[in-house]
C-alpha cells in the first residue's frame, strides 16, 4: 500500500537524558500501526514527537515523502497529524458541543457542522448529549469525546495515547469497537499506544514492541493472532507480567 507517513532515526532528549533514539517506522495510507510496551518504554514521547509536542534531537519525519521535522503542532495539525493525548485532556466545563468545536474551531461554520455530524453519527452514546457538560460522561464517553474531538480536524493521521487508560474492560471494548468504526468510517490512518496486548493486534495491521527508549521488534499483527505467536512476542518483547487481557 501506499506509504503515508515513516520515521526515520528519530531521537529525542529531555534535557542530558535520551528518551527514545534510533526509532523508525512506517504508517501507510488507511493503515493502522500498534506501539506496545512498558510504561516508560518510550511510545508517548514517540507520539508526541511526530504531533510536533516535543522536539526532535535527531531523524526525520516524512509525511508522503514530505520532510515535516522540524514544523510544530500547529502546522501538524493543518497537514493532517492530530494527536489525542493520555488521559483524554477534555476541557471538563464546556459542553460535549463545545469540546467537538474546539476540535474543529480553524474551519468554517458549514465544514465544521458536517464533521460534527460526522462525529456523532460514530460515537452515538454522546450524540444525544451534546449540550452537557464534559464532566458529567463517563470515562469511556469522555474517551470517545476525545477521539470525536480530534476527529473534528479532519485528521489523515490519528496518533492515539493510551485510550484505555484508566477505563473499565467492557468501556476498554466499546472504545476500541469505536476506533474500528473509525477506521471503517474515515479510513484515516492511526498510530495506537497501548498496554493492551490482545486489543491492539485486533485493531493494527503491525505492531512495533518498545523497551527502553528503542524498537526490539516489529510482527503483523495477523501472525499474533496466533496463540503461540501471541505467546513468543511476549516472552521476547513484553514479558508474562507485561500483557493485559
Do not use: C
Amino acid at each position: 500500500m501506499t506509504e503515508l507517513l515513516r520515521v526515520e532515526g528519530l531521537e529525542v532528549r529531555y534535557g542530558a537524558a535520551t528518551a527514545v533514539r534510533g526509532i523508525g517506522l512506517v504508517v501507510t495510507q488507511r493503515g493502522t500501526v500498534g506501539l506496545l510496551g512498558a510504561n516508560g518504554a518510550g511510545k508517548s514521547t514517540v507520539l508526541k514527537a511526530i504531533a510536533g509536542l516535543v522536539p526532535k534531537y535527531a531523524g526525520r519525519v516524512l509525511l508522503e515523502g514530505e520532510d515535516i521535522t522540524v514544523r510544530d503542532a500547529r502546522a501538524l495539525v493543518r497537514a493532517g497529524i492530530v494527536y489525542v493525548p493520555e488521559g483524554r485532556e477534555i476541557v471538563p466545563n464546556l459542553s460535549v458541543d463545545e469540546n467537538l468545536t474546539l476540535g474543529g474551531f480553524h474551519l468554517d461554520g458549514a465544514t465544521r457542522r458536517r464533521r460534527r455530524d460526522t462525529v456523532l453519527g460514530i460515537f452515538t452514546e454522546i450524540a444525544g448529549r451534546a449540550a452537557s457538560p464534559a464532566w458529567r460522561l463517563s470515562g469511556g464517553e469522555q474517551q470517545m469525546l476525545a477521539i470525536g474531538r480530534a476527529l473534528m480536524a479532519g485528521p489523515r493521521l490519528l496518533l492515539l495515547d493510551e485510550p484505555s487508560l484508566g477505563l473499565a474492560p467492557l468501556l476498554v471494548r466499546r472504545v476500541f469497537e469505536k476506533l474500528e468504526a473509525v477506521r471503517a468510517e474515515t479510513g484515516l490512518a492511526m498510530i495506537l499506544v497501548e498496554q493492551n496486548f490482545r486489543l491492539t493486534v485486533r485493531v493494527s495491521d503491525a505492531v512495533h514492541f518498545m523497551r527502553g527508549g528503542r524498537m526490539l521488534g516489529r510482527r503483523e499483527a495477523a501472525e499474533l493472532r496466533e496463540p503461540a505467536a501471541m505467546e513468543e512476542a511476549i516472552a521476547a518483547y513484553l514479558g508474562a507480567g507485561e500483557v493485559v487481557a
